[in-house]
DNA sequence: CTGAATCCCCTCTGATACTG
DNA sequence: CAGTATCAGAGGGGATTCAG
């Protein structure tokens, strides 16, 4: 998962806005890290320390092992996380945030804040433009 | 795009950190939004003021005028952009943030920086990873 | 307990063509 | 210029099954 993104920053160019320029596609790579549907959710639970492979799974509900090993192995191929692995009899796998990882916790805590201070907001304004919409006789 | 996510906070009760509190699901459709191939970018060229469409889509290169149709929609929905018709022969539709939508580029931004200060951190720890892998044997 | 492998659905996304 | 409609391909993600 997560993808090359092979493309040209051609476009930084054109931009001339402070943070226009410190965008472009390279930040898109990380975006997509932090905007999939789970990869947050875990670095944030990672926070309290390492956590096994099943606590991880119990803890973010309603993901499937698929996507919890596909997340792990992203994060940690991105060096945000740490494997551990303990050759005991039932498997033991450990995961925890590497120093990378526990510093991407703190620009996300700021957008976690502003999601919480506005999503009532939001919320308001998709309730608006709904109705509007369906109002006006769309099907 | 960007679909429901109705589910339980419960997992809110089963984290202790302060930044753990603040999470969980509701962020995640703040990130969804912050996260997918295209929003930030059209945010941010929109930092600059009012852009029409089609100014948009030549800056936001390699865009296909139906996902650019698609982001504008879902950013208005959610009351980040403001979509001004002019109602003259050749259509004339201005974007612009809104108070909310400038609101956004500040953790944005964040979120930027701290991409760019690591971004080599990261790569690098991707070429390692994959390197180990091929080594070892992997088809 | 971990996690790899398969099957399958469904959404996202791009290309193309068509209206106002 | 701005936007919609349609079609097709790629990939995300869940359920299930198998293995170390």
Redesign the pocket.
């Known amino acids: 998962?997560?993808?090359p993104i092979p493309e040209s920053d051609e476009q930084c160019a054109t931009v001339h806005t402070a943070i226009g320029q410190a965008s472009c596609k390279r930040v898109g790579q990380v975006l997509s890290r932090v905007g999939?549907?789970w990869s947050i959710l875990i670095i944030m639970f990672l926070t309290d320390g390492p956590q096994?492979?099943?606590q991880i799974k119990r803890s973010v509900d309603?993901?499937?092992?698929?996507?919890l090993?596909l997340c792990?192995?992203g994060l940690e191929r991105d060096g945000l996380v740490k494997?551990t692995?303990y050759e005991v009899v039932?498997?033991?796998?450990e995961y925890e945030l590497t120093p990378l990882g526990h510093s991407l916790t703190m620009p996300v805590a700021g957008l976690g804040r502003w999601a919480m201070e506005n999503l009532d907001e939001i919320e308001r304004a998709r309730d608006h433009f709904d109705n509007r919409n369906t109002l006006s006789g769309k099907k």
């Open positions: 998962m997560i993808d999939d549907k096994r492979f099943s309603g993901i499937s092992q698929r996507m090993t792990l192995r494997r692995v039932p498997a033991h796998v």
